[in-house]
């Protein structure tokens, strides 16, 4: 392999992602070195968004022809990956013809091969699978960023995640886009601010989300991911809570299936087919329902009702029965699997129930939860195209509830601004697409978001986002894969906080907050009371650093009130 350097030639790329012909080129040199690398598609005319090729594809091919007249041993190593930013075209500079040429009518060759059978290769992927990467989401409700054994629960030990965790990335600065369910699972799913969808807190019965100058629903015009994929020829599914509208007495909000999904199974905070619990004290007594008002929307024959320790059986169930029927189709899969286990109400079986505290019942949900999630893991490990071609990202909404889960050294929990309420437990594994370096990897220096989900997966499946659609998130997608320890963020996250989650009367908690690099900011809409840390050297936000650092305070004070002017105004923000 050469090592370090460039090839001697240049890749010429056509403009369309179906390459079916060539309208504009843009050429860039491809390495072997093992950094990532940038190839650019289409997104426009002169511009370009994200495409896939596969450097192991393309050696694949060479090695049938040997047109360009390389030896094996100079071809892209089958391990490098190819990943990219959008950028505008350059002219393409002739420079040695007769490398250039053998070496596009390779590359055509290559591409040609994958277009003939409907794929698109992922971004960065090393697998040899043909068809685009599957994509799991896995997030868990209220889960604390120390909740799991892998994160330092010592009071509980979740093996099954735990090797999810040392066989992938383990992610430490990762943070949710919202400290509070509906607006974290908005973000995810548009890649864009919550806000801008007025959804900033949890979507419940008709008056209050009025009250709260809020949405009813997430619009299904919004730009959502499962749409994107399933334009691009994915299989889709949700699986698990919703919470994006179908909840209480709003029962004439769009049906799941509505955002691209093919296929949904949700709880009480959706409509369409719906798993509901009972909840079994496992005492003797009868079950009680718990359907806040779901069982009086939609169509009832649609709802079925379990104990509440299996109603994560039944979501991972019918998420099981959709990779099947893709498999069987020859479709790559997107899915969601939106547990609402660690959430109360708290029910784990019988023997799980302790001494039937708080705490204990949490404990007890969530080894059940994480020994019932061994079910899907091990069909993917047991399966060497699903093992070689998927990746499942695993994380919680928001932090943990207070007395409840936990955050270990972080200060406060759910629904606030501080560490507790926002920065959550990342799991990335792919046994087939992640860097080798990568697994078993502890990353404590990346810091990114939920909202950066949307733009990172695209580039990783090689979709483009529609025309004129501007995602807030950023493309971490080398950083997911293990390609790169860290990047730098072109802008800092931003919060601000549910209208309904003021704290105290004596002591409110902040209302907007940002992350830049070491620094964490908070402070008041009118910019009083504020608050600056080293979150390096001070994770618990015990030492207010802002009389120290005035410059900072008033550069982030202005930013904040900068990206806060852009947002819909909610009832939480005085007039």
């Known amino acids: 392999m ?131 990467p599957n994509i799991i989401l896995i997030i868990i ?105 179908g909840q209480r007495d709003v029962g004439e909000a769009p049906l799941i299936t509505e955002y691209g999904f093919d296929v949904s199974l949700t709880n009480f905070e959706g409509l369409g087919p719906r798993v509901l619990p009972l909840l079994n004290r496992f005492d003797g007594t009868e079950p009680r329902r718990y359907s806040l008002g779901s069982d009086r929307l939609g169509h009832p024959d649609e709802i079925t009702w379990v104990d509440r320790n299996m109603v994560t059986p039944a979501f991972i169930d019918a998420a099981l029965e959709l990779i099947k029927q893709a498999q069987a189709d020859g479709k790559p899969f997107y899915l969601n699997l939106w547990l609402d286990d660690v959430h109360t109400p708290l029910y784990p079986s019988a023997e799980l129930r302790g001494d039937g505290s708080k705490r204990a019942l949490y404990l007890g949900v969530l080894v059940e939860m994480d020994s019932q999630l061994a079910v899907l893991f091990d069909f993917i490990r047991g399966d060497e195209t699903l093992r070689n071609n998927t990746l499942i990202l695993f994380t919680s909404d928001n932090g943990h509830e207070h007395g409840a889960g936990s955050g270990g050294p972080l200060r406060e929990s759910k629904g606030t601004l501080y560490e507790g309420g926002v920065r959550v437990p990342l799991i990335v594994w792919g046994d087939g697409l992640l860097a080798p370096e990568a697994k078993g990897r502890r990353n404590d220096t990346a810091i990114f978001q939920g909202l950066d989900f949307v733009p990172s997966l695209l580039t990783i499946t090689g979709v483009a986002p529609p025309p004129g659609v501007m995602l807030d998130g950023e493309d971490f997608s080398a950083v997911l894969l293990g390609n790169a320890i860290t990047q730098e963020r072109q802008a800092p996250i931003f919060w601000r906080r549910p209208p309904d989650r003021p704290g105290p009367a004596n002591n409110r908690w902040p209302d907007l907050a940002l992350r830049d690099g070491a620094w964490k900011f908070l402070m008041q809409f009118d910019g009083s009371r504020p608050q600056l840390y080293n979150l390096d050297t001070d994770i618990s936000e015990s030492q207010n650093l802002a009389s120290q650092h005035p410059d900072l305070v008033t550069k982030y004070r202005n930013l904040l009130n900068e990206w806060n002017a852009t947002m819909p105004r909610d009832a939480g923000q005085p007039e």
């Open 2 to 132: 050469i090592g370090g350097g460039a090839l001697p030639c240049l890749i010429a790329v056509p403009r369309r992602i179906n390459w079916t012909f060539v309208e504009t080129f843009v050429a860039l040199p491809l390495t072997s070195s093992g950094s990532t690398e940038s190839i650019p598609s289409p997104g426009g005319r002169g511009d370009f968004g994200t495409v896939s090729i596969r450097a192991s594809t393309l050696a694949a091919h060479c090695s049938l022809c040997y047109t360009c007249g390389l030896t094996e041993e100079q071809y892209p190593p089958a391990t490098s990956s190819i990943s990219a930013q959008p950028i505008r075209a350059q002219p393409i500079v002739p420079m040695k013809i007769t490398i250039i040429f053998p070496f596009v009518l390779c590359l055509f060759l290559a591409i040609g091969t994958n277009s003939a059978s409907g794929t698109n290769n992922a971004v960065g992927a090393t697998s040899s699978a043909s068809l685009p």
């Open 141 to 245: 409700d209220d889960l604390g960023w120390q909740c799991l054994s892998a994160f330092g629960n010592e009071d509980a030990q979740t093996p099954v995640l735990d090797r999810l965790a040392a066989e992938g990335t383990v992610f430490t600065n990762f943070y949710t886009t919202s400290p509070i369910c509906s607006p974290a699972r908005t973000a995810v799913t548009v890649g864009q601010y919550p806000y801008r969808w007025r959804i900033t807190s949890f979507l419940a019965e008709r008056q209050l989300n009025e009250r709260r100058g809020m949405a009813q629903w997430l619009d299904p015009s919004a730009p959502t991911l499962p749409r994107m994929l399933q334009d691009a020829g994915y299989a889709t599914g949700h699986f698990g809570k919703w919470h994006l509208g």
